[in-house]
């Protein structure tokens, strides 16, 4: 479940079913169901991630409704938990007419020095021209540097957005505030993390761009994972090569299709990962299935589907190995009953997958399990969960084996870990060192000290 605000998952929320149709109707245009709901509901209603009507209305495009809204006096400027705006829906969405209406709804003007920056940003990383020109000529600061240290022209730049860049030095901005990385070593350089996790390797990893699911290999001179282009997921690369890693560049990326949660095969001879592409390559995107490449003299193999013992009409998540081959994954598919996903392992026997078997309810809730990372020795679990009594949006949650090879019943891994935001693509590196995940669109890594604490309080 990798949320965005797009459209297509703007249903996802945690509401009782009345406050969820207040949303609803906004997002069907349904103006009359709109106003009946608003008998029971403040005009300022926000969903379980800070989004108010307007936020709804711009992504599902329903002008009728923003225009309604606006009339009925709704805040426009009503902060998301990631603090941004309805205005900020409207750059993102790349709508004009929205952004000039909440623009001349400002009482001054210092949406600028308050949104700017980020809304420059993210025009930039929709590589839309028009909206930089806008914001530019409304007086945002074309050399201004957003929470990374990063200016305009250096996000251009790391995009190869040339058009972009181009733009930018006629408006002003200033190559000299350009930065260089160069990577070098171990973990790419990194300062080690203890138990307070850390953002990894920002400004080159860990970028203005949404990144998800991280893998190094068990050398670690390699390092997949995945991004997310504008509502399209790409898996990208990076290599140590003479001491220095290499730029990341897109290992596999479709006009069509998206690729997303990069894990190595124990012989690292396959690259899994899951993507809606046709089976022929060509058709109509199909629900969500597990696929690989194959490692060749000059590359990567074509994608190929990992067949129906694993894939289902439904959807199946991320992909982790014990070292005797057992496949853990996710799934809605195996039991069509069900609405929700749980984790299934799937055991390799002379040369075949098996038939999946779901966890135990140790493991599976009526909630949401996904992005399961198994230990080599399938001595612990981590997982996505989103239930009751967590900390935010989706949590990681960890299950030990105990003596008589049952899993322990899953724990929250605390605040520790888990936030207000999103916790999901638990990763851990082949020398046990380190725990990478990603929350809040970035990648984090920490010491596994905190899964040898757990396992002591689990004991």
Not at 9 to 14: C, R
Not at 61 to 88: A, C, S, W
Not at 109 to 123: D, F, H, K, Y
Request: proline share 3%; glycine share 8%.
């Amino acid at each position: 479940m990798k949320i965005k605000l797009l459209a297509t998952v703007l249903l996802v929320g945690s509401f009782t079913s009345q406050a969820q149709n207040i949303f609803g109707s906004v997002c069907r245009g349904n103006i009359d169901q709109l106003d009946s709901l608003l008998q029971y509901h403040s005009i300022h209603v926000q969903d379980n991630r800070g989004r108010s009507l307007l936020h709804w209305a711009i992504g599902c495009k329903q002008k009728e409704v923003f225009d309604h809204l606006i009339q009925n006096g709704i805040n426009p400027n009503l902060e998301d938990h990631q603090n941004r705006t309805p205005m900020y829906a409207a750059v993102q969405f790349e709508n004009a007419y929205y952004f000039e209406a909440l623009q001349n709804l400002q009482e001054d003007n210092s949406w600028v020095q308050t949104q700017g920056t980020t809304l420059l940003e993210r025009a930039i990383l929709n590589k839309s021209n028009t909206f930089v020109q806008k914001l530019v000529a409304a007086g945002v600061d074309v050399n201004g540097k957003n929470e990374r240290g990063s200016t305009p022209l250096e996000i251009a730049k790391r995009l190869e957005a040339d058009d972009i860049y181009t733009t930018l030095l006629a408006l002003g901005a200033d190559e000299k505030e350009l930065r260089t990385f160069v990577v070098k070593g171990p973990y790419m350089g990194q300062q080690p993390p203890d138990s307070i996790p850390k953002l990894f390797a920002p400004n080159f990893i860990s970028t203005e761009e949404s990144e998800f699911g991280s893998i190094f290999n068990s050398a670690g001179t390699e390092f997949y994972y995945a991004v997310d282009v504008n509502g399209k997921n790409e898996i990208r690369f990076s290599k140590l090569a003479n001491g220095v890693w290499s730029k990341p560049t897109t290992l596999l990326s479709n006009n069509r299709y998206g690729y997303n949660d990069p894990f190595l095969s124990n012989d690292e001879s396959r690259l899994y990962f899951i993507s809606k592409q046709a089976l022929d390559g060509l058709g109509k995107l199909k629900d969500v299935d597990i696929w690989y490449v194959e490692k060749e003299k000059d590359g990567w193999s074509e994608p190929i589907n990992a067949g129906t013992i694993i894939n289902t009409k439904g959807n199946e998540y991320y992909i982790s190995f014990t070292q005797e081959g057992t496949l853990y994954f996710s799934s809605n598919g195996h039991q069509p009953e069900k609405t929700d996903y749980d984790i299934y392992s799937s055991k390799f026997v002379h040369g075949s997958y098996q038939k999946p078997a779901r966890l135990g309810d140790a493991i599976n809730t009526e909630g949401y399990e996904a992005d399961v990372f198994v230990s080599p020795d399938e001595s612990y679990m981590i997982f996505c969960s989103t239930r009751d009594g967590g900390f935010g949006q989706g949590d990681l949650y960890i299950s030990f084996k105990n003596p008589n090879g049952k899993w322990t019943t899953a724990i929250n891994m605390g605040a520790e870990i888990n936030t207000e935001n999103y916790e999901y693509c638990p990763f851990v590196t082949k020398d046990g060192k380190y725990l990478f995940f990603t929350s809040n669109q970035d990648i984090y890594w920490v010491s596994t000290g905190i899964i040898e604490k757990l396992k002591k309080n689990v004991d």
